[in-house]
């Protein structure tokens, strides 16, 4: 039997996640993802008008709420018999774009990019550039005055760690460019949204806010910004690292999974809805010779609660889904429930879409001889990002022109009212990936109401037919050489952006010391 590691909880990610891995030969042979965190806003919802549903549900998290309230109201559109007009879809998906950006590079550059430099190397840059060299200063003044964080994640900098002077002090220069870059792309949001964070504009039937020429053009002049720096810094950092120093992880594959990948398509191009951003679609046992992918059916998703602390019950469709809690459960270790489609586990977010799309940047990088894995999804969620600033673009022109033709509509009035009775889901792909909700309505309110997020999909625990989740699954197979420095276990777990919080705990399996370390 291999030596146990725990790191709990897993920190730069949002939310209480803990994993849990078996180590044997300096590899992980086994793994357990345990969200230690309840969710209970679905409960809340019981009994309210269904129009509270979106503010309600956007308050599930600070970082992805917009994404909540989407889905919430794409659920009340079909409930309600609700027309989005062509207007009403554009500053929706303005604001969702502007989510999109604000995620993503947020994502690279203050949650995970720490894990692949030594900071310590810009001590060594001989450079002459001034704003590097005014990082390198004020970083090797921190270092004296012995208060480097957040640049210094207390796990050993490892082999895959790059200590090229010029590399490293410019990805810390962009760390610190991209806190500006994040800023202003929440303030794009609220341009259309309302406010941030929770946009209140965004309801069922479209939007509220009637938007201007001004509002356009402002949002228009940051897109300009975003794109600059998403295509001369982003995308180029990403591929540094992708295709050099860390070119051996992706050939390796590193936190591959169960090869299993699901898309529920979203961000409309085109009137009809015919032409997406990201196309909908399903992958099993993902061939990259034949890349086949299959149509998308909401009538496969099935939530086991076999290993969560939940009342037994049988898989059931979230539409049919209940959160009655046992915390006695004996083998239960997650506060997550286990989504399936099909039966089968899968892996949701932007390498998903990015394979089922078959999008020619990130096939060229299987080509090259990468494998999907930790280093391909960092790759996939730059290039989506530049696909995003692309639409947004083609979004202000739409809305311009439709702003100057007669009737012009941003939110279908006839259907604002509560139905005495209704049932509706809601699809939409938030920047983590897949995400559903689930609305039935009696007597004008909520009698029921479900939501299952990207990260249930990711960070399930293991159901009834032994699947481990993909969390779980992608952690087999990878090298850690020293139990005390896990730093593949949370490179890993941290490339999927999980949605769930903040100090590690490594119990020695010699002498069950508890070994604490913050990891900023």
């Keep these: 039997m291999g030596k146990k590691i725990t790191v709990d ?10 994993i849990t891995v078996e180590v044997e030969n300096g590899q992980v042979k086994d793994a357990w993802s345990s969200g230690t965190m309840a969710r209970g806003f679905e409960a809340l919802l019981e009994g309210r008008d269904p129009r509270d549903a979106p503010f309600v549900t956007s308050r599930f998290c600070g970082v992805c709420y917009s994404v909540h309230q989407m889905a919430s109201v794409r659920a009340l559109d079909v409930a309600f018999g609700a027309e989005v007009p062509w207007g009403g879809t554009l500053l929706r998906n303005l604001a969702m774009g502007a989510q999109y950006i604000y995620d993503h590079i947020l994502h690279f550059y203050h949650l995970s990019a720490l894990d692949y430099i030594d900071i310590m190397a810009v001590a060594a840059y001989k ?6 060299n005014a990082v390198k200063e004020k970083v090797v003044g921190l270092v004296k005055a012995k208060d480097t964080f957040p640049l210094t994640p207390r796990y050993k900098p490892d082999e895959f760690c790059v200590r090229d002077p010029d590399m490293v002090l410019s990805a810390v220069k962009h760390y610190i460019d991209a806190l500006a870059m994040q800023a202003k792309a929440r303030n794009m949001g609220a341009i259309f949204g309302g406010r941030q964070p929770h946009y209140q504009s965004i309801v069922v039937g479209g939007c509220t806010q009637y938007p201007d020429v001004n509002m356009v053009a402002k949002f228009r002049t940051m897109l300009d910004e975003q794109a600059r720096f998403v295509n001369e810094v982003y995308i180029p950092d990403v591929l540094a690292f992708g295709t050099g120093p860390l070119f051996p992880l992706a050939r390796a594959g590193l936190g591959g999974g169960h090869y299993n990948y699901l898309s529920y398509g979203g961000l409309e191009l085109d009137k009809a809805g015919e032409d997406l951003v990201f196309p909908a679609g399903v992958m099993m046992d993902m061939d990259p010779a034949k890349m086949e992918v299959a149509p998308f059916d909401p009538r496969k998703i099935t939530e086991s609660v076999k290993y969560a602390w939940y009342e037994q019950d049988r898989p059931r469709h979230p539409d049919k889904g209940q959160q009655v809690f046992d915390l006695d459960r004996k083998e239960a270790y997650s506060f997550i429930k286990a989504p399936r489609y099909d039966g089968r586990p899968m892996e949701v977010g932007p390498l998903a879409r990015m ?32 696909l995003v600033v692309d639409a947004c673009y083609k979004w202000c022109d739409e809305l311009l022109a439709e702003m100057t033709r007669p009737g012009f509509k941003i939110h279908d009035t006839a259907h604002y009212e509560p139905p005495e009775t209704g049932e509706g889901a809601g699809f939409f792909e938030a920047p983590r990936g897949a995400l559903g909700h689930w609305i039935k309505i009696k007597d004008n309110k909520i009698a029921n109401y479900q939501a299952v997020v990207p990260s249930t999909w990711n960070a399930s625990p293991r159901c009834e037919r032994q699947y481990r989740g993909q969390y779980e699954e992608s952690l087999i197979g990878a090298p850690v050489p020293d139990p005390e420095n896990p730093i593949n276990v949370v490179r890993i777990v941290r490339s999927f952006d999980p ?5 590690i705990h490594l119990i020695d399996p010699k002498t069950n010391e508890i070994k604490k370390f913050l990891v900023e």
């Design 9 to 18: 909880p897993v920190t730069r990610i949002e939310g209480h996640l803990g």
């Design 499 to 503: 949605c769930l919080a903040c100090a």
């Design 127 to 132: 450079g002459k550039d001034k704003a590097l």
């Design 355 to 386: 394979l089922l799309a078959k999008n020619p940047d990130v096939i060229g990088l299987l080509k090259k001889g990468a494998k999907p894995g930790v280093v391909a999804r960092h790759a996939a969620r730059a290039i989506e990002t530049r």
